[in-house]
């Protein structure tokens, strides 16, 4: 089974489906238009029972830059904004408990909303020469997608406050160090091949019936994060710092931050 929309690519292989993130001319930023179509891919495959396994990647040079600014920079009234981070809670809240085992394979940069879907994922597969980035904190916003809880359950509340705080980019072997990334290789293809060779021999439903136990035991709290997540985004938008960090994005220079 293939399925293309113009923004996601989904390709289904027995019980392996392949899930592709398509706008590479945009380093694969994230818009609402890809985001709908990422959140209807994620609705398919998790109703079709004969699908074990998810693999979510990235068409051209990145896994994913993080979400388009451009689109968000137009989004100026609140409701319009609330409606816009609704679509995103909600792709990935459908891929947290997506009922199949998952695994992110990242090649280029995975960054801002593109690290959290990563991170949602049960395995993060990164090759040698990707970029990691929850690198919100750059324009004077704070991360969403879930980054907060995701981040937290894999690295522990005080490293995941660092990490945001900093926000720079970090090659592929300190995010594995840091256990943001499990695992680092050199080509993303065998590795990918034989992460699910080693799940299909163990019995894959008892594994995913552990993962569905543990996603209804933090169902609440990941919902309440993301809650905080969409309320604390436009508090920020109203910042000065953030439109400092907007401007110097677009002017290419370093920010000059006020806290204010």
Not at 103 to 112: E, F, L, V
Not at 158 to 186: S, T
Not at 233 to 238: I, S, T, V
Request: aromatic share 6%.
């Amino acid at each position: 089974m293939i399925s293309t929309y113009e923004t996601m690519q989904l390709e289904i292989k027995d019980d392996i489906a392949y899930l592709n993130f398509n706008r590479p001319d945009a380093l694969n930023a994230l818009n609402l238009e890809m985001i709908t179509a990422l959140t209807d891919n994620l609705k398919a495959i998790a109703m079709d029972e004969a699908v074990k396994i998810l693999v979510v990647s990235g068409n051209g040079r990145a896994f994913s830059a993080g979400g388009d600014i451009k689109e968000m920079l137009a989004v100026q009234d609140e409701k319009e904004f609330s409606h816009f981070m609704d679509h995103i809670n909600e792709a990935v809240s459908i891929l947290a408990a997506m009922p199949k085992l998952t695994i992110a394979a990242i090649h280029g940069p995975a960054a801002g909303l593109g690290l959290s879907l990563a991170l949602a994922c049960d395995y993060v597969i990164s090759d040698a020469d990707s970029k990691i980035a929850m690198n919100f904190i750059g324009i004077g916003l704070v991360p969403d997608g879930g980054g907060h809880y995701l981040l937290r359950c894999r690295v522990g509340q005080e490293k995941a406050k660092k990490i945001i705080w900093e926000g720079k980019v970090m090659p592929a072997d300190e995010a594995e160090q840091l256990g943001i990334v499990d695992e680092v290789v050199p080509q993303l293809k065998p590795a990918i091949d034989r992460k699910i060779t080693e799940w299909k021999a163990k019995p894959i439903l008892a594994m995913i019936k552990t993962k569905k136990i543990y996603t209804e035991l933090n169902r609440p709290e990941f919902n309440k994060s993301l809650e905080l997540e969409k309320h604390g985004q436009w508090k920020m938008r109203q910042t000065k710092d953030h439109l400092e960090g907007i401007q110097a994005f677009v002017e290419k220079r370093m920010p000059h931050f006020t806290g204010e």
